[in-house]
């Protein structure tokens, strides 16, 4: 009876230790053992996961960066337009503040403000189309000037606007004056500049002596500034004298003018 109580307990507590302690037991190991596999490749995944939240950060950064420089740019580009816009408008005010400075100036001459609106296709270096014409009263042979500087004569009138034939074209000849010795001669334009021509041997000619219109033939009134003398370039064996002229007037910069219609 003893024996058989005995084996009942140690049936029981085998049992017990098949049940509850050896599953515990392997529970524990599978679990390490889970744990041990799954710690490194979850910390790659962390580590991965932290890598792409700050890619996708820079990636953000970049993209705002981009905006803010692409704002930045053009807020650039406005000030330099603006700039530029301010400076033209200053150029603009000083050459008319000059124009009518000489206008006031000169109350004897009806003079007809004027703007270049463009350039002969045709003949490049010879003439210039100005914005008045036979509407304003403008008429051909004319004088067009800057500034008190003859600059050219109207060749050509249209209702709104006209052609000026400008006193550095090959085509341009004019009665002129030597300012000192009242000699006359002739004016003549050409590529490689203006001349003055018909000049007697015997004329004595100073240094940057002013050259002015004559008043004879044509429309051009008398005493309006051409330019200066210059260097002689007439050959010992010419009859006449032949000089350079000088003008004050940049050509190739002209903007805003004045017609003289009358006197």
Do not use: C
């Not at 420089?69 to 000030?79: F, G, S, W």
């Amino acid at each position: 009876m003893k024996r058989r109580s005995l084996l009942i307990w140690l049936v029981v507590a085998i049992a017990v230790i098949v049940i509850f302690i050896i599953p515990s037991a392997i529970s524990r190991k599978s679990s390490d053992f889970i744990l041990a596999i799954t710690t490194p490749v979850s910390r790659v995944l962390v580590s991965a996961g932290r890598k792409i939240t700050s890619t996708f950060s820079v990636i953000s950064e970049i993209g705002n960066l981009r905006k803010d420089n692409q704002r930045l740019t053009e807020d650039l580009v406005r000030a330099k337009v603006d700039s530029a816009r301010l400076t033209e408008l200053e150029i603009e005010n000083n050459e008319l503040r000059k124009q009518l400075e000489y206008k006031e100036a000169h109350p004897e001459m009806k003079l007809v403000p004027t703007n270049v609106v463009g350039l002969d296709p045709t003949n490049f270096y010879d003439t210039i189309v100005v914005d008045k014409g036979s509407n304003d009263g403008i008429t051909q042979g004319i004088a067009v000037i800057s500034l008190g500087v003859l600059v050219g004569k109207i060749d050509e009138v249209w209702g709104e606007s006209s052609r000026v034939l400008l006193i550095t074209s090959k085509d341009s000849i004019i009665q002129v004056m030597l300012e000192n010795s009242r000699t006359t001669g002739i004016l003549k334009g050409g590529i490689s500049g203006m001349t003055l021509e018909n000049i007697p041997l015997d004329t004595p000619i100073a240094g940057g002596e002013n050259i002015i219109t004559s008043g004879l033939g044509g429309k051009l009134p008398k005493g309006i500034l051409i330019g200066k003398a210059g260097k002689e370039i007439s050959a010992k064996s010419d009859i006449f004298k032949a000089i350079e002229v000088k003008s004050p007037i940049n050509f190739f910069k002209l903007e805003s003018l004045f017609i003289v219609s009358g006197v």
